[in-house]
């Protein structure tokens, strides 16, 4: 069973401040990751993706690819209160395979 | 201009009908996806479609039935609605797979269906 783990939340900090998403996943086969974002009612969306070992930079989020230790995690610096929602951590196999998402984080950035 | 179009985007029905969601995209895209997320928000796939051919086939009862009229659509059709049936379901789209295991996915706005 292929599962990606990750911490519930919700995640509080203060505008600001940096947000920091964890997620493992147990399936070493696993090549590309995604982080996505959604708000209440509203679909996912992708923040951003990495395959490769080490940090993935766009703007103020920073992915973190760690494939020995199977862990991957989003920064979001300078957080703002638009930044609150639940974040969906997702990996994927091979091409021609689902993604598979965690249950995801709920992050709360008070001004 | 919408991306990746679902209807209806409600959907309240008793239970043992038989019910339809539709999903368009206009990106071009070769494959698309059904995913169901539960009341406690963990989304998971269902099927997915490339070029009208069923790729992916996760553990879903029979009463679940997708359809791929052409690469722009993809349909699922619910058989003898059960209570457990009730989630907000959503349609995915992207690039063929073959060779970027990294495409991304564009998900339409979701449907969410009540089992009453």
């Known amino acids: 069973q292929k599962e990606v783990e990750q911490n519930s939340g919700p995640l509080s900090v203060p505008e600001g401040a940096i947000a920091s998403l964890n997620c493992t996943y147990s399936d070493r086969g696993s090549q590309s990751f995604f982080w996505y974002r959604q708000y209440s009612g509203k679909s996912p969306e992708l923040i951003m993706f990495i395959y490769s070992n080490g940090d993935k930079e766009d703007g103020r989020f920073t992915a973190q690819l760690n494939k020995a230790s199977q862990y991957v995690s989003l920064l979001i610096r300078d957080s703002q209160p638009s930044d609150s929602a639940t974040y969906l951590c997702a990996v994927k196999e091979q091409a021609g395979t689902a993604l598979i998402f965690g249950k995801g984080t709920t992050l709360s950035v008070s001004s | 201009d919408t991306a990746v179009s679902q209807t209806p985007k409600y959907l309240v029905t008793q239970m043992g009908n038989d019910k339809s969601i539709k999903c368009e995209q206009n990106?071009?895209?070769?494959?698309m996806y059904w995913y169901k997320q539960d009341s406690k928000k963990f989304l998971k796939i269902m099927f997915s479609y490339n070029n009208k051919e069923l790729i992916i086939n996760e553990t879903v009862p029979n009463r679940f039935s997708p359809k791929s009229p052409d690469k722009a659509h993809l349909n699922l059709h619910i058989n003898s609605l059960e209570l457990g049936d009730s989630a907000v379901y959503f349609c995915?789209?992207?690039?063929?797979?073959?060779?970027?295991?990294?495409?991304?996915?564009?998900f339409g706005p979701g449907t969410r269906l009540t089992v009453l």
């Open positions: 990106l071009g895209h070769d494959t």
């Open positions: 995915a789209s992207s690039l063929s797979p073959q060779g970027r295991s990294y495409n991304e996915q564009f």
